[in-house]
C-alpha cells in the first residue's frame, strides 16, 4: 500500500482536461512543497514533468500544471493528447529525505 | 546531454545477491545525488534510497536496511546499487535516477530488469 494515494485510473475525451489527485499526510505532501510528478509510458522509464509542486523542468509542455492544498496535491493536464495516455506518479519528500511514491494512476484518453 | 546508462538484465536465485551498475554522463558526477527506485512490473514505483556523488552518505527506508548498499566509483561516474537476500518479490525493474533538490528525479536510466527464479 502506497503513502500517497492516487486514483488508480481516469480517462478523458482528448482535448478536454483533467485532474489527478495525490492525497498524503501533512508529514508529506502536506509539509513540503517538495512534490513531484512522472509521467510513465509502457515500457519506458519514467520522466518527471513537475516539481516542487508547480514547476515544470525544460521542455515540458504547459499543459502540464501542478497545485497544492492541504495534504493533496493535484496535477492537472489541459489540451489532452493521445500521446498523453500514460501512468502517472506523484511523489512527496518525507523527513530526513524519505521520499513517498503514490500508486500511481493510469489515464486513457478517450 | 545528460545520461545514466544501467548495467544489463540479471536473473539470480533466491538468496543470491545482485549489483546493478548505473554510469552518468554529461554532468558533473558529484554535484548530484542518485536515487534508486524500483517497479515490480505491473504495479507502481517504490523508493528504495539515495546516495550522495560527492561523500558517499546513503539513506534508505527501514524495509531495505540491512540488505541494499549503494557506492559510487566517482572517478568512472558510475553508482552501485547491490541487494542481497534476493527473494521472489524483489523481482523488478530497477532504476537510478540523478536527483535535484529533495525529490526531483531527472534523468532516469534506462532500467535494469532483475529476475529472480530457482
Known amino acids: 500500500q502506497s503513502a500517497l494515494t492516487q486514483p488508480a485510473s481516469v480517462s478523458e475525451s482528448p482535448g478536454q482536461s483533467i485532474t489527478i489527485s495525490c492525497t498524503g499526510s501533512?508529514?508529506?505532501?502536506?509539509?513540503?512543497?517538495?512534490v513531484s510528478w512522472y509521467q510513465q509510458h509502457p515500457g519506458k522509464a519514467p520522466k518527471v514533468i513537475l516539481y516542487d509542486v508547480h514547476n515544470r523542468p525544460s521542455g515540458v509542455s504547459n499543459r502540464f500544471s501542478g497545485s497544492k492544498s492541504g495534504n493533496t496535491a493535484s496535477l492537472t493536464i489541459s489540451g489532452l493528447q493521445a500521446d498523453d495516455e500514460a501512468d502517472y506518479y506523484c511523489?512527496?519528500?518525507?523527513?530526513?529525505?524519505?521520499?513517498?511514491f503514490g500508486g500511481g494512476t493510469k489515464l486513457t484518453v478517450l | 546531454q545528460v545520461q545514466l546508462v544501467q548495467s544489463g538484465a540479471e536473473v539470480k536465485k533466491p538468496g543470491a545477491s545482485v549489483r546493478i551498475s548505473c554510469k552518468a554522463s554529461g554532468y558533473s558526477f558529484v554535484t548530484f545525488d542518485i536515487t534508486w527506485v524500483r517497479q515490480v512490473p505491473g504495479q507502481g514505483l517504490e523508493w528504495m534510497g539515495w546516495?550522495?556523488?560527492?561523500?558517499?552518505?546513503?539513506a534508505s527506508p527501514q524495509k531495505f536496511q540491512g540488505r541494499v548498499t549503494m557506492t559510487t566509483d566517482s572517478p568512472r561516474s558510475i553508482t552501485y546499487m547491490e541487494l542481497r537476500g534476493l527473494r521472489s518479490d524483489d523481482a523488478a525493474i530497477y532504476y537510478c535516477?540523478?536527483?535535484?533538490?529533495?525529490?526531483?528525479?531527472?534523468?532516469w536510466g534506462q532500467g535494469t530488469r532483475v529476475t529472480v527464479s530457482s
Open positions: 511523489s512527496s519528500h518525507m523527513n530526513s529525505r524519505t521520499v513517498h
Open positions: 546516495i550522495s556523488a560527492e561523500s558517499g552518505y546513503t
Open positions: 535516477a540523478r536527483t535535484q533538490g529533495l525529490n526531483f528525479f531527472d534523468p
Open positions: 501533512s508529514s508529506d505532501v502536506g509539509g513540503h512543497n517538495s
